[in-house]
Nanobody, 123 residues
C-alpha cells in the first residue's frame, strides 16, 4: 500500500520559517490531491491546506492565510507546506494526507496518511 512520509519538522523560534515536505512511498499511476493537517496535544486534527493534483487549485485555512502556503513538488505525488512567521500556537504534529478526487477539508475524506512530523515553536 502506498504510504506518505513527511519531513522538515523541528524546532523554530517565533517568527522563523519551516518548510515541510511530503512524498509518496512509491510511484503510482494516480496523481493525488494532497493536504496538510495538524494536531496539537488535546485537540482535534485541524485542516491546514490542500492542493489539487496539478497544483492549479489551493485551499488554505482562513486562519493561516498569509503565513502558510502549500505547493506541489516537481516529483509526482509530493507536496510542500511553507510556514512563515511561526507562532507558538502553531506547535503541533503535522500530517500529510492524500486522496483521489477534489480537495476536501475533512480528515476522513483522505485515504492515505503519513505518520506525522513534529513542529515546536518557542517564543
Amino acid at each position: 500500500q502506498v504510504r506518505l512520509t513527511e519531513s522538515g519538522g523541528g524546532l523554530a523560534q517565533a517568527g522563523e520559517s519551516l518548510r515541510l515536505f511530503c512524498a509518496a512511498s512509491e510511484r503510482v499511476d494516480n496523481t493525488y490531491a494532497m493536504a496538510w493537517f495538524r494536531q496539537a496535544p488535546g485537540k482535534e486534527r485541524e485542516f491546514v491546506a490542500a492542493v489539487n493534483w496539478d497544483g492549479g487549485r489551493l485551499d488554505i485555512s482562513e486562519s493561516l492565510k498569509g503565513r502558510f502556503t502549500i505547493s506541489r513538488g516537481n516529483v509526482k505525488n509530493t507536496a510542500y507546506l511553507q510556514m512563515n512567521n511561526l507562532r507558538p500556537e502553531d506547535t503541533a504534529d503535522y500530517y500529510c494526507a492524500a486522496r483521489t478526487g477534489k480537495l476536501e477539508r475533512l480528515p476522513n475524506e483522505y485515504t492515505l496518511w503519513g505518520q506525522g512530523t513534529q513542529v515546536t515553536v518557542w517564543s
